[in-house]
Nanobody, 121 residues
Framework: HVQLVESGGGSVQPGGSLRLSCAASGYTYSSACMAWFRQVPGKEREGVAA???????RYTDSVKGRFTISRDNAKNTLSLQMSNLKPGDTAIYSCKTNPDGHIRSWCSSGDWGQGTQVTVS
């Protein structure tokens, strides 16, 4: 079973940047769909960015032009480069992988990481 560990979270001022990483251990299908989600207390979990095995990406409207998702299959890592951060980006960010998922549904189902906190204030 795949284990996912997020890192790179922190506290920054509006307009700042952060780069989140998701390290996968155990077997991961090279064709797996991978995605970043975020969640704050009292709100539903939101898909932020997703990437499939062909490198095709999807972003939620609020982060387009500011966030970039990428993957390194050889190292089993997933990254999220976040620029021009806004207070609305404050959340716990978690990564997900699903060999049977599709980016149109944010790689629904599959393995989850614990998450990394991002605070913008």
């Amino acid at each position: 079973h795949v284990q996912l560990v997020e890192s790179g979270g922190g506290s920054v001022q509006p307009g700042g940047s952060l780069r989140l990483s998701c390290a996968a251990s155990g077997y991961t299908y090279s064709s797996a769909c991978m995605a970043w989600f975020r969640q704050v207390p009292g709100k539903e979990r939101e898909g932020v960015a997703a990437i499939d095995s062909d490198g095709i990406t999807r972003y939620t409207d609020s982060v387009k032009g500011r966030f970039t998702i990428s993957r390194d299959n050889a190292k089993n890592t997933l990254s999220l480069q976040m620029s021009n951060l806004k207070p609305g980006d404050t959340a716990i960010y978690s990564c997900k992988t699903n060999p049977d998922g599709h980016i149109r549904s944010w790689c629904s189902s599959g393995d989850w990481g614990q998450g990394t906190q991002v605070t913008v204030s």
